[in-house]
C-alpha cells in the first residue's frame, strides 16, 4: 500500500516538482521533492541529501528519509506550513522592523548552526534589507533590471534606505556593519547576534541558550542509516524501470501522477493549518 498520499503540488523548477504529501500510516503532511532518475542525480545532488540528513535545527527544514520510484529519487522532509518567506513579503510589500527582526533572528540562528563563513553574513543582510523595504539593496531604482549596474553596486558598496520607510538606527547601524566590502572588516555571525538590535524581543530559545533548542530525544532522528541513503541515491543513477511520462510507482505500488492538476487543491488549502512559522532550507 501507498505510504503517501498526494495532496497537491507545492513547487517546480530545475530539480523536478515538489508535493505537498499526507503519511497515510500518521495523517502527518510532509513535502516531497521529486527528481528524476539517472542524469540530474550527480554529486552535488548526493552532497546536499547527506549535508541535510545531518542537520538537526528548529530554523531548518527537517529531512525524513528517501526513496526510489521506476523515473524519480524522492526526498521526503518536514513540510513548513507557513509558506515561504518572499512570498510573504510579495504579498504585504514589506514587514514592519519587528517582523523582519523576528525571521532575521530566525535566519542567523539556522546559517550559524551550519557554521557558515562571511558570504553569508552578506546574504543574511540582503534578506534582511528585502524584508524591511521589499527591495534588494543595490539594484538602481530607475533601472533594476540592469545587471551590469547592480554589480557595479555591489562592488561599491552603493545602497540607502528608502526615505518612506522608517527603521531605527540600531537597524541602520546593523545593516552598515553587514555591507562592508572588506570580509575582513564585515561583522561575524557571532557580533550580529550580540548586536542590540537582534538582541531585542529575543525568542526564549536563544536566552536559554540555543544549544537547548538543538536537543533531541530521537524522535525526530532519520528512518534510514547513512547506507542506506547512499545506496538509494547510487540506485537513482541508474536508468528508471519504466519511463511512462508523469507517473511514478511508489515501491512497487499503483501510480503517482506528478503532471495532474488538482481540483482539490482549494480545499485542501482550507483544512491546512498554516502556523505562520517560516523554516529555512538550507
Request: charged share 30%; hydrophobic share 35%; net charge negative.
Amino acid at each position: 500500500m501507498e505510504r503517501y498520499e498526494i495532496l497537491k503540488k507545492i513547487g517546480s523548477g530545475n530539480f523536478g516538482v515538489a508535493k505537498l504529501v499526507k503519511d497515510k500510516w500518521t495523517g502527518e503532511l510532509y513535502a516531497i521533492k521529486f527528481i528524476e532518475r539517472c542524469k540530474k542525480i550527480d554529486e552535488h545532488v548526493q552532497r546536499e541529501i547527506m549535508n541535510h540528513r545531518s542537520l538537526r535545527h528548529p530554523n531548518i527544514i527537517r529531512f525524513k528519509e528517501v526513496f526510489l520510484t521506476p523515473t524519480h529519487l524522492a526526498i521526503v522532509m518536514e513540510y513548513a506550513a507557513g509558506g515561504e518567506l518572499f512570498e510573504r513579503i510579495y504579498n504585504a510589500g514589506r514587514l514592519t522592523e519587528d517582523e523582519a527582526r523576528f525571521f532575521f533572528q530566525q535566519l542567523i540562528s539556522g546559517v550559524s548552526y551550519c557554521h557558515s563563513m562571511t558570504a553569508d553574513v552578506w546574504s543574511c543582510g540582503v534578506t534582511l534589507y528585502v524584508m524591511l523595504f521589499g527591495a534588494y539593496p543595490f539594484e538602481d531604482p530607475d533601472d533594476p533590471r540592469n545587471f551590469r549596474k547592480t554589480l557595479t553596486r555591489i562592488l561599491s558598496v552603493q545602497y540607502s534606505i528608502p526615505y518612506y520607510v522608517r527603521v531605527s538606527k540600531e537597524c541602520k547601524h546593523l545593516l552598515s556593519q553587514i555591507f562592508v566590502a572588506d570580509p575582513e572588516k564585515r561583522i561575524t555571525m557571532e557580533d550580529i547576534k550580540k548586536h542590540p538590535w537582534f538582541l531585542k524581543n529575543l525568542p526564549i530559545e536563544f536566552i536559554e541558550g540555543e544549544e537547548a533548542s538543538l536537543q533531541t530525544n530521537g524522535e525526530n532522528e532519520p528512518s534510514q542509516s547513512i547506507e542506506e541513503v547512499l545506496a538509494i541515491i547510487q540506485e537513482a543513477r541508474k536508468p528508471g524501470e519504466g519511463h511512462k511520462a508523469g507517473n511514478l510507482f511508489v515501491k512497487g505500488s499503483s501510480s503517482i501522477d506528478l503532471d495532474d492538476d488538482l481540483d482539490i487543491d482549494a480545499d485542501i488549502d482550507d483544512e491546512i493549518d498554516t502556523s505562520g512559522d517560516f523554516v529555512c532550507a538550507l
